[in-house]
Structures are given as C-alpha cells and as structure tokens.
C-alpha cells in the first residue's frame, strides 16, 4: 500500500462480505483517490465505512464518556488539545510531564471510526482510550454517532469552521502527506466535489446541520463551538466548554490566571513546536506536523477566486435556509 492509500484509508481490504453487500445498495461515486460511497446521508471511503458499521454495532457506551466532533478540518488537533487540557488540568502540575510533551493530541484521543474499529470490530479500548472520563472522537454526522451511542447520554462536542477554511485546509493537507505540491488543477477538482457534497465526510452542511440541531434539542447533550470564536474570544469559549464538560473553572483558578495558561499550552504555536509534533508521526505514519499550518480565519481569500466564493457560499446559504445556522 503506498503512504497516499494508508493516509486516506482507500483500500478496501477490511470490507467485511456484509458490508460490501451494504455498498452494493448504496449510492457511490469516486474522488482523486478512490471510491465512496453514501450511508446514512454522508460519504465514505469504502473501509471507512467499515470502520463506521463495526462502530456502530460494538461499540459500548459509558455515560461518561466524552465525544468531540468535527468536519475534517476544523480544528480537530485544537478542541482535543483544549478538552485534555481541561479534563487533566489537576494531574499535570509538574509541566515536564505533561502527555502533550509525549503525544499530539490525535494519539490521546481516538477516532472511532478512523483509529479504533477500522480495522477490528472489537478493539481493545483500553488501548486506545486511557483518559477518565474515556475521551473520544469522530467526523460521522450526529445521526450516525448516535446509533454507536446507543441512547447513551454521553456529552458531543462540535466544532465547526467556515466551509472555505476547512476545504483549503484539506488542500494543503492532502498536498502534505502525499509529498506533492498544491496545485490550482488539485484545488480546482476538491472545490467541485466539495460543492457537490460527494466529498469523504460530505456534504459538510448536512453534517454541520445534524450537530445545530442536536445542540438546539438537547443543549446539555449537544454542545456547538465555532473555530472562529475560539479565536476571536477564546476565554469566554474555554469557560463555555469548561462548564459544559462538568469541569467549570473554580475562582481560584480564573484568579490564577488558568484559563491563559490553558489557551498558551494549547495554542498552535506551542503545540507544533513541541518535539513530539514536529518529528513525531500517528500509526499511520503521518507526520504530526501536518496537523498544524496556519490557523486563520479567512485563510481561503488567498486562494478561492470571487466566482467560487459566490457558488459555494450560495450553495451554503440556500442548504441551511431555514435552520437559523449560519457558517
Ligand atoms: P483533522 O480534521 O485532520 O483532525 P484538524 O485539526 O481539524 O485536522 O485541522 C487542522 C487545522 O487546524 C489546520 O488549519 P489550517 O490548515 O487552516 O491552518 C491547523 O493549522 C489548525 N490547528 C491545529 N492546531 C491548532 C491550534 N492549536 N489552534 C488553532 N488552530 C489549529
């Protein structure tokens, strides 16, 4: 298998005869790197999918666990970092042994259906999920996750971030570990399928949407951050998640000046010049590094012209007409 398979997970050879059979009835297409189908509204690499239905089905809930959700590239790294950081804040008080100096944050906490099932329906999870409360994390859509959570009634967080910023993001991405140069042509024909919505985890707004709603049904469930608020006021966001992963910061701590410390060790400045991010690589072989580019809010002006700025931004106002979201 080369590195550009192993990273975007394109081969099959973990599809199980059942799954295969599922595919057969599904719709499916095909992207630069291979063929995706459409379950449950959202599109998959085949033995993604595999990594999907295994969750799904065996995966058993705690109803303490924590989930954090995303569309790939939204700052997945960052809502990781930031949530560990929350979470562990008692136990790490000497910061030479911090787990952040150890590991990037996607190797302390999982995906479910990229990590931990993709390759085996019952993972040993205590492998995977060392952190208590269990930390884990996923790009499904909401509908989808529920039905691994079995009505658990586990704490989701979701991150959100400007449709044009998480598709330049994935451009510069899939340019990295595939050890290629970014081009136009490249950026071109992900735009296309991005705008389609036939794009792995696609279309976006139905998968920012499944999240909106859940927040707007059951707030103390559900909870929906933006990338971009966490820039603009990321005290107020820290706090907001705090609270809403049961662990609100004490006087004594905001006193301290807590939430700062927080925001500077999980800031991408200090985290990508850790040693482990900058050398260190997931089981995949990727290299952290590629977690961490520039971090900005409107990054897309310097690469999509005003015409595909206008299409996708029309497409995106007319899907989420009516739900009161925005993005
Ligand atoms: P994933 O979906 O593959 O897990 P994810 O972490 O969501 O990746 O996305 C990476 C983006 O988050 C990058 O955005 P950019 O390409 O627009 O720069 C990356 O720079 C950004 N990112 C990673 N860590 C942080 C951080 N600590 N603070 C802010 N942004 C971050």
Same mark, same amino acid.
């Given at each position: 298998?080369?590195? %550009?398979?192993? !990273?975007? /997970?394109?081969?099959?050879?973990?599809?199980?005869?059942?799954?295969?059979?599922?595919?057969?009835?599904?719709?499916?297409?095909? +992207?630069?790197?291979?063929?995706? #189908?459409?379950?449950?509204?959202?599109?998959?690499?085949? /033995?993604?999918?595999?990594?999907?239905?295994?969750?799904?089905?065996?995966?058993?809930?705690?109803?303490?666990?924590?989930?954090?959700?995303?569309?790939?590239?939204?700052?997945?790294?960052?809502?990781?970092?930031?949530?560990?950081?929350?979470?562990?804040? $008692?136990?790490? +008080?000497?910061?030479?042994? !911090?787990?952040?100096?150890?590991?990037?944050?996607?190797?302390?906490? &999982?995906?479910?259906?990229? %990590?931990? =099932?993709?390759?085996?329906? *019952? &993972? +040993?999870? *205590?492998?995977?999920? *060392?952190?208590?409360?269990?930390?884990? $994390?996923?790009?499904?859509?909401?509908?989808?996750?529920?039905?691994?959570?079995?009505?658990? &009634?586990?704490?989701?967080?979701?991150?959100?971030?400007?449709?044009?910023?998480?598709?330049? $993001?994935?451009?510069?991405?899939?340019?990295?570990?595939?050890?290629?140069?970014? @081009?136009?042509?490249?950026?071109?024909?992900?735009?296309?399928?991005? #705008?389609?919505?036939?794009?792995?985890?696609?279309?976006?707004?139905?998968?920012?949407? $499944?999240?909106?709603?859940?927040s707007l049904e059951n707030p103390n469930h559900v909870l929906?951050?933006?990338?971009?608020?966490?820039?603009?006021? &990321? #005290?107020?966001?820290?706090?907001?998640?705090?609270?809403?992963?049961? #662990?609100?910061?004490?006087?004594?701590?905001?006193?301290?000046?807590?939430?700062?410390?927080?925001?500077?060790?999980?800031?991408?400045?200090?985290?990508?010049?850790?040693?482990? /991010?900058? @050398?260190?690589?997931?089981?995949?072989?990727?290299? =952290?590094?590629?977690?961490?580019?520039?971090?900005?809010?409107?990054?897309?002006?310097?690469?999509? @012209?005003?015409?595909?700025?206008?299409?996708?931004?029309?497409?995106?106002?007319?899907?989420?007409?009516?739900?009161?979201?925005?993005?």
């Amino acid at each position: 298998m080369d590195q %550009d398979e192993l !990273h975007m /997970n394109v081969r099959d050879d973990n599809v199980s005869e059942e799954t295969k059979k599922l595919i057969s009835s599904l719709q499916t297409d095909k +992207d630069s790197k291979g063929k995706i #189908c459409k379950y449950q509204g959202c599109w998959y690499y085949y /033995n993604t999918l595999q990594g999907v239905i295994n969750f799904q089905k065996h995966f058993q809930p705690e109803d303490t666990d924590i989930v954090l959700a995303s569309f790939p590239k939204s700052g997945t790294t960052w809502l990781k970092a930031l949530s560990i950081a929350l979470l562990e804040r $008692s136990k790490h +008080d000497d910061p030479l042994t !911090h787990p952040f100096l150890s590991d990037n944050p996607h190797g302390i906490v &999982p995906f479910f259906e990229i %990590d931990m =099932y993709l390759k085996s329906s *019952t &993972p +040993d999870l *205590t492998k995977f999920s *060392t952190s208590s409360p269990r930390l884990f $994390s996923t790009h499904m859509p909401l509908h989808t996750v529920k039905e691994g959570l079995k009505g658990s &009634p586990c704490k989701i967080v979701y991150l959100c971030r400007n449709a044009k910023d998480s598709l330049i $993001s994935r451009w510069y991405f899939r340019g990295k570990y595939q050890n290629k140069e970014v @081009t136009r042509s490249i950026l071109e024909s992900m735009f296309e399928s991005f #705008c389609s919505g036939a794009c792995f985890y696609g279309p976006i707004w139905d998968h920012a949407l $499944s999240y909106w709603r859940g927040s707007l049904e059951n707030p103390n469930h559900v909870l929906f951050m933006r990338y971009e608020e966490l820039k603009t006021e &990321p #005290c107020p966001q820290l706090k907001r998640l705090a609270e809403f992963l049961g #662990c609100p910061f004490t006087k004594e701590e905001e006193d301290g000046g807590l939430v700062d410390k927080i925001l500077d060790l999980c800031s991408l400045g200090n985290l990508s010049g850790l040693e482990v /991010n900058k @050398t260190g690589k997931n089981w995949m072989n990727m290299d =952290y590094s590629n977690f961490f580019r520039k971090g900005e809010v409107g990054d897309w002006k310097n690469y999509l @012209t005003p015409e595909m700025e206008k299409k996708l931004d029309m497409i995106i106002e007319d899907k989420l007409k009516g739900s009161g979201l925005r993005f």
